[in-house]
C-alpha cells in the first residue's frame, strides 16, 4: 500500500467512524428534547430514565455486532465489515426520525425506538473492531500512536458535530419547542444521509496488507482462536472497564448532570459539553504522538491513577460549580486524565492479537465491556439522583477506574502488528 492509498484508507475510515458516532451520540444529544415524545409524561428525570435505559439497551446489540462484524471482518476483510457497519446505523437513524410519537401510536413507538437502537448497536459493535484494526494495519509503525488517536478524535468528533448540530438549531434556527415538537428528528435525517455517502466512500478503500497476506495463508481464525488468547481478551476488558464509564461520564452524561442536577440552562449545559469535547478532540493525536516516544504503558499508568484518585474530588468540585467557566475547566480537566486512555486503546488492543483473529479480538470483548458499563453509566448515575444518593456514583466511577489501573500494571511491552503470529 503506497502512501496516497494509505491516507485514503485513513480518511475513509476516519468519515465512516465520525459518522456513525454522530449517529449513535444524536440520540444522547437530543434526549432532553424528545424523551416526552417516546414516553408516557412524568417527571423530567423519569423521562431521562427512561431514554436512558433505552440508550443502554442498544449497547447490548453491541457484543453480537462485535461477534459478527469481528469474524467477518477477519474472514472477508475490514472493508466489507465497515461497508455494511455503516448501512446499517443508516437504517437505525431513518427508522427513529421517521418514528411516530407515543401520543400517536402509543406502546410501538418506544418499541419502534428500542429496535432502531438495536440495529444501532450491532453496526457501532463491530465498527470499533474493524476500524481501530484497519487504522492499525495501515499505518507506519512509528507513528502507529499518533494515527491511533484519530479514532478519538473522530468518535468525538461525531459527538461534538450532534452537539454542533443542537446547538445550531437551539441559537439560529429553532425555538426550544419546535425542537421538542419535531425539530429533534432533523439530526436523524442527516445521520441517515450522511451514511449513504460514506457507503459510496468505504467501497473504495483499499484492503490492509496485513490481512491479505494471512488471507493468502488461509489460516483460521474465530472465536475458538481468540479465546486461545485468552490474557488478551481479559486485559482489553479490564482497559476498556474504567475507560469506557470515565468517558461516557465526562462527556456523554455531563449534559444532563448541568443541566439535570447543577440547574444551567439546557442551552448552556449543550455548550459547555461542545466546548469541552472540542478541547478533547484535540488532544488525541498529541497523546497519541507522546505514546509513539514514551511507549503506551505510561500514558495507561497516568489515567489509571487519575481517575482511580481525582474522580471523587473533581465530581464534588463540580457540584459545587455555579459558573459556566468553572464547570468548562473541570470538565475539560477531567478529559485530560481520560486522554491517557481514549488516545491509545485502540492501538494496545490491536497489538495485542495476530492479524487472523485481530478484529475479533479487538471488537468483542470491547462490545461486551462496554455493554455491561459503558451503557449502563448514564442510567447508574441517574439513578444514584433519582434515590438521593448521587455521591455514589463518584465512588463508583473511582472502582471502574481502578480495575483498568490494576490491568494496566500486567501490559506487556508491545509496539508491533504481527501478521500471522499463530
Not at 494495519?137 to 484519530?150: D, L, N
Not at 479465546?227 to 474504567?242: D, E
Amino acid at each position: 500500500m503506497n502512501t496516497a492509498q494509505r491516507i485514503r484508507g485513513i480518511l475513509a475510515g476516519s468519515a465512516g467512524n465520525l459518522l456513525e458516532y454522530f449517529d449513535w451520540y444524536v440520540y444522547s444529544s437530543f434526549t432532553i428534547y424528545f424523551a416526552h415524545a417516546f414516553f408516557p409524561h412524568g417527571s423530567p428525570t423519569a423521562e431521562l430514565l427512561n431514554a436512558a435505559a433505552v440508550f443502554a439497551v442498544g449497547f447490548f446489540m453491541r457484543p453480537i455486532g462485535g461477534w459478527l462484524l469481528g469474524m467477518a471482518a477477519d474472514r472477508y476483510g475490514r472493508r466489507k465489515a465497515l461497508t455494511f457497519s455503516v448501512l446499517a446505523m443508516c437504517f437505525g437513524s431513518l427508522a427513529i426520525a421517521l418514528c411516530p410519537t407515543y401520543e400517536q401510536i402509543g406502546v410501538v413507538a418506544p418499541v419502534i425506538l428500542v429496535l432502531a437502537r438495536l440495529v444501532q448497536g450491532l453496526s457501532l459493535g463491530g465498527e470499533y473492531g474493524a476500524s481501530a484494526t484497519y487504522l492499525a494495519e495501515v499505518s507506519t509503525p512509528q507513528h502507529r500512536g499518533f494515527w491511533s488517536g484519530f479514532l478519538y478524535v473522530t468518535l468525538v468528533m461525531g459527538q461534538l458535530l450532534a452537539l454542533c448540530v443542537l446547538l445550531v438549531m437551539q441559537y439560529v434556527f429553532l425555538t426550544p419547542e419546535q425542537i421538542a415538537n419535531w425539530g429533534w428528528r432533523i439530526p436523524f435525517l442527516i445521520g441517515a444521509c450522511g451514511a449513504v455517502l460514506v457507503f459510496w466512500l468505504r467501497r473504495q478503500m483499499v484492503e490492509s496488507e496485513s490481512f491479505e497476506n494471512t488471507s493468502k495463508k488461509q489460516t483460521k481464525g474465530g472465536v475458538r482462536v481468540m479465546l486461545a488468547h485468552w490474557p488478551s481478551v481479559l486485559r482489553v476488558c479490564g482497559l476498556t472497564l474504567g475507560g469506557t464509564v470515565a468517558f461516557y461520564t465526562y462527556t456523554i452524561y455531563m449534559q444532563k448532570y448541568l443541566a439535570n442536577s447543577l440547574g444551567f440552562s439546557k442551552e448552556t449545559a449543550t455548550l459547555i459539553s461542545a466546548a469541552s469535547l472540542f478541547v478533547f478532540a484535540a488532544m488525541q493525536p498529541l497523546f497519541g504522538a507522546l505514546s509513539d516516544r514514551v511507549g503506551r504503558k505510561p500514558l495507561l499508568l497516568f489515567f489509571g491513577i487519575g481517575a482511580s484518585l481525582g474522580t471523587i474530588p473533581l465530581l464534588n468540585a463540580l457540584s459545587h460549580a455555579t459558573s459556566g467557566w468553572v464547570a468548562f475547566g473541570l470538565i475539560v480537566a477531567a478529559l485530560f486524565m481520560a486522554s491517557g486512555y481514549t488516545s491509545i486503546n485502540a492501538i494496545v488492543k490491536a497489538e495485542l492479537f495476530p492479524t487472523r483473529v485481530r478484529a475479533l479480538g479487538v471488537a468483542l470483548p470491547y462490545a461486551l465491556t462496554v455493554s455491561i458499563f459503558g451503557g449502563t453509566t448514564e442510567y447508574i448515575a441517574l439513578w444514584c439522583k433519582h434515590v438521593g444518593h448521587e455521591g455514589w456514583f463518584a465512588w463508583y466511577v473511582s472502582a471502574c477506574a481502578l480495575v483498568t489501573l490494576a490491568t494496566a500494571l500486567t501490559l506487556p511491552k508491545t509496539s508491533a502488528i504481527p501478521d500471522s503470529t499463530p
